[in-house]
Nanobody, 119 residues
Framework: QVQLVESGGGLVQAGGSLRLSCAASGSIFSINSMAWYRQAPGKQRELVAGMVSGGSPNYADSVKGRFTISRDSAKNTVFLQMNSLKPEDTAIYYC?????????????WGQGTQVTVSS
């Protein structure tokens, strides 16, 4: 199994910055992809940013130029640097990791971290 632990959410004023972290642990042979999703109240979960191992990052149009996804491969950790935050970025943010484990490739989700941007 793969365990994901997220951190870094909080309350910030519009225009501010936050950095989210998600550390993966467990019986991981390799990681296929790492991504961040978010879900605002009353809305569906949406992809914010993702990166396939060996590929280029992709971003939702609403966060391009403001958010940056990065990865520390040695620590199986993915980050989301969020700058110029807007009230509409308020949501619960979830990391997702697709990893090859003992016997199977698994998609795992973090517990979610709240990001609140005040106007």
């Amino acid at each position: 199994q793969v365990q994901l632990v997220e951190s870094g959410g909080g309350l910030v004023q519009a225009g501010g910055s936050l950095r989210l972290s998600c550390a993966a642990s467990g019986s991981i042979f390799s990681i296929n992809s790492m991504a961040w999703y978010r879900q605002a109240p009353g809305k569906q979960r949406e992809l914010v940013a993702g990166m396939v191992s060996g590929g280029s990052p992709n971003y939702a149009d609403s966060v391009k130029g403001r958010f940056t996804i990065s990865r520390d491969s040695a620590k199986n950790t993915v980050f989301l640097q969020m700058n110029s935050l807007k009230p509409e970025d308020t949501a619960i943010y979830y990391c997702n990791v697709v990893a090859r484990t003992l016997g199977a490739t698994r998609s795992s989700w973090g517990q979610g971290t709240q990001v609140t941007v005040s106007s």
